[in-house]
């Protein structure tokens, strides 16, 4: 691991030197963070658990100290619109109890974003990233490490200053560590052609067509009886950001989905699907932002071919004082799984999941900031057994530097560090 992680900051090192006529100023990020958080239930055991014998606790609680590294650069190329855009992260967790599941994370992304003429611009996207498993009841209590790899390309036709005609391939594949979860192990290709509209109050509308391949090459004959091996998705799809004022933004998603698995044909279904959000900027200190979505997602749940989840959030961020900034979160969903192993006169299990949060950031001086920030969800389980109840804190302190002002939140590194005010009131 160590090893590879060399291998990828010597690739980022070297991209300053690339020779290339370089346009305007290289912008570069670097942030150091180190945090404390408690977990009450970081395996995700349900309520008055029998915690196995091996595992040697008497609590499911833990208590969690971690490390990142993280680092961006924007290295301009040709023209304003010819750049290599460049983020990694490594990190370290250490937990105080649970010793089996302190683990080694990473993320980096690497896009090269260009334009030929007036007429063609483009993309070409790499990204690779290792995170711990997220645990779903306790069932699992080992190590697991999750991996995905990301490759995408795309090309625009400009057909008049304001439309343009854009044609994405993307690849992507996930896998597991453990032999448990090879079943879940997966490749994704997709293929998405539109025609994108752009205004000068800077707005952006977007309809188009999305056929995605969903390939699962690991499982078995048995397994493939119950989950099957593939399924394809088609969407016929309208996207929108649009600038409806100076205070308020809408964006969003919808939707007509097909999905139609190879082998259970039964299970193929029909449906559609939004993502909404609204950002409101109530006053020059405080944004109120609405979130609500449905769609289908994937599950590492052995008895679930597919969940649909719909729900909705609400935030609102507030600007203290010059250097203090308060976040809070209320986030409803309602998980609807489409069970494998239903009994006669059983329907599908019906989740509820109910999560509240929020966080205190405090700058220490323009690059030093210290936060705070927790939640507490709740998983109402219905047919399928007992709750699961989690609470964390976390308390930390983060370093950023950066070489030009705003680089941090245009890289998506800004997220807890104070920026300048006028640079926070500005963000899309």
């Known amino acids: 691991m160590a090893a590879s992680f060399k291998v990828r900051a010597s690739g980022f090192a070297l991209a300053l030197c690339l020779p290339f006529h370089v346009y305007a100023a290289v912008e570069?990020?670097?942030?150091?963070?180190?945090?404390?958080?408690?977990?009450?239930?970081?395996?995700?055991?349900?309520?008055?658990?029998?915690?196995?014998?091996?595992?040697?606790?008497?609590?499911?609680?833990?208590?969690?100290?971690?490390?990142?590294?993280?680092?961006?650069?924007?290295?301009?190329?040709?023209?304003?619109?010819?750049?290599?855009?460049l983020t990694g992260q490594l990190g370290r967790r250490h937990y105080n109890q649970l010793t089996q599941l302190d683990s080694t994370e990473y993320a980096y992304r690497a896009a090269l974003e260009w334009r030929y003429g007036t007429l063609w611009k483009g993309e070409l996207f790499h990204s690779q990233e290792q995170q711990l498993y997220?645990?779903?009841?306790?069932?699992?209590?080992?190590?697991?490490?999750t991996h995905r790899t990301t490759d995408s390309v795309e090309l625009a036709l400009r057909a008049t200053p304001d439309i343009e005609l854009p044609f994405t391939l993307r690849s992507r594949r996930t896998r597991y560590d453990s032999p448990i979860n090879l079943v879940f192990e997966s490749t994704e290709l997709s293929a998405d052609a539109g025609v994108r509209l752009k205004t000068g109050t800077n707005s952006t509308a977007r309809v188009g067509v999305r056929a995605t391949s969903v390939d699962f090459p690991q499982r078995t004959a048995a397994q493939i009886a119950l989950l099957d091996s593939r399924y394809q998705d088609n969407e016929l799809y309208l996207e929108s950001d649009w600038q409806y004022s100076?205070?308020?933004?809408?964006?969003?998603?919808?939707?007509?989905?097909?999905?139609?698995?190879?082998?259970?044909?039964?299970?193929?279904?029909?449906?559609?699907?939004?993502?909404?959000?609204?950002?409101?900027?109530?006053?020059?200190?405080?944004?109120?932002?609405?979130?609500?979505?449905?769609?289908?997602?994937?599950t590492t749940d052995r008895t679930t071919l597919y969940t649909?989840?719909?729900?909705?959030?609400?935030?609102?961020?507030?600007?203290?004082?010059?250097?203090?900034?308060?976040t809070a979160q209320a986030t409803n969903e309602l998980q609807r799984y489409q069970s494998i192993a239903?009994?006669?006169?059983?329907?599908?299990?019906?989740?509820?999941?109910?999560?509240?949060?929020?966080g205190l950031v405090y700058a220490v001086t323009k690059?030093?900031?210290m936060y705070v920030d927790g939640f507490r969800e709740r998983l109402d389980r219905g047919?399928?057994?007992?709750?699961?109840?989690?609470?964390?804190?976390?308390?930390?302190l983060e370093y950023t530097f950066e070489n030009t002002t705003g680089v941090a939140q245009r890289t998506g590194l800004g997220e807890r560090r104070q920026a300048p005010l006028a640079t926070f009131l500005s963000a899309p």
């Open 342 to 358: 239903l009994q006669p006169g059983q329907s599908n299990p019906e989740l509820n999941r109910l999560r509240l949060g929020g």
């Open 28 to 85: 570069l990020v670097l942030q150091l963070d180190t945090a404390l958080r408690s977990d009450s239930n970081p395996l995700r055991f349900t309520e008055g658990p029998v915690i196995p014998p091996t595992l040697g606790i008497s609590s499911p609680s833990d208590t969690i100290l971690s490390t990142d590294v993280r680092g961006a650069m924007i290295y301009p190329l040709d023209s304003p619109d010819t750049r290599l855009v």
């Open 134 to 145: 997220g645990y779903l009841d306790g069932s699992l209590t080992s190590r697991e490490m």
């Open 367 to 369: 690059d030093v900031s």
């Open 383 to 396: 047919s399928l057994g007992r709750d699961i109840v989690q609470n964390t804190l976390r308390a930390g």
């Open 246 to 298: 100076v205070f308020t933004r809408f964006s969003g998603r919808v939707a007509a989905l097909k999905r139609s698995y190879d082998s259970l044909a039964g299970k193929s279904f029909s449906a559609l699907t939004t993502e909404l959000r609204v950002l409101y900027d109530y006053s020059p200190l405080t944004r109120l932002t609405l979130e609500a979505w449905n769609r289908p997602y994937g």
């Open 308 to 326: 649909i989840a719909t729900g909705v959030q609400a935030a609102v961020r507030w600007q203290a004082t010059p250097k203090t900034r308060l």
